[in-house]
Nanobody, 133 residues
Framework: QVQLVESGGGLVQPGGSLNLSCVAS????????VGWFRQAPGKKREGVSC????????YYVDSVRERFTISRDNRKSTVYLQMNSLEPDDTAIYYC??????????????????????????WGQGTQVTISS
């Protein structure tokens, strides 16, 4: 069965950390780039990070840069999102999704992730992340 399954969400206090996992099955993860998205209550879903397939380069939106780290282990068919210094505004359901290429923009000397949901053809079910004291 072709699918992505996220795990690792939970309830943590502000300033805490979580490491999300996205496990792929039914297809060769190496061939794809993978993005992490999140949707907070009452808000539109937004992309936060993406990792390339061939070069493994990682990209972030400004709101999570320096706090989140995306990585992948193709032998385990898994993509990770290490989240540190978590803030209440990080509360959301987090999803991973596959695409052929991370869409990025070059601004102010930095490459930033600019997600376009229509370019992602397979999504996980999501994992809840809640940041609260």
């Amino acid at each position: 069965q072709v699918q992505l399954v996220e795990s690792g969400g939970g309830l943590v206090q502000p300033g805490g950390s979580l490491n999300l996992s996205c496990v792929a099955s039914g297809f060769t993860l190496d061939l794809y780039s993978v993005g992490w998205f999140r949707q907070a209550p009452g808000k539109k879903r937004e992309g936060v990070s993406c990792i390339g397939s061939s070069d493994g380069k990682s990209y972030y939106v400004d709101s999570v840069r320096e706090r989140f780290t995306i990585s992948r282990d193709n032998r385990k068919s898994t993509v990770y999102l290490q989240m540190n210094s978590l803030e209440p505004d990080d509360t959301a359901i987090y999803y991973c999704a596959r695409t052929w290429m991370c869409r990025i923009a070059y601004r102010s000397g930095t490459y930033s992730y600019t997600a376009t949901e229509s370019e992602y053809d397979l999504w996980g079910q999501g994992t809840q992340v809640t940041i609260s004291s």
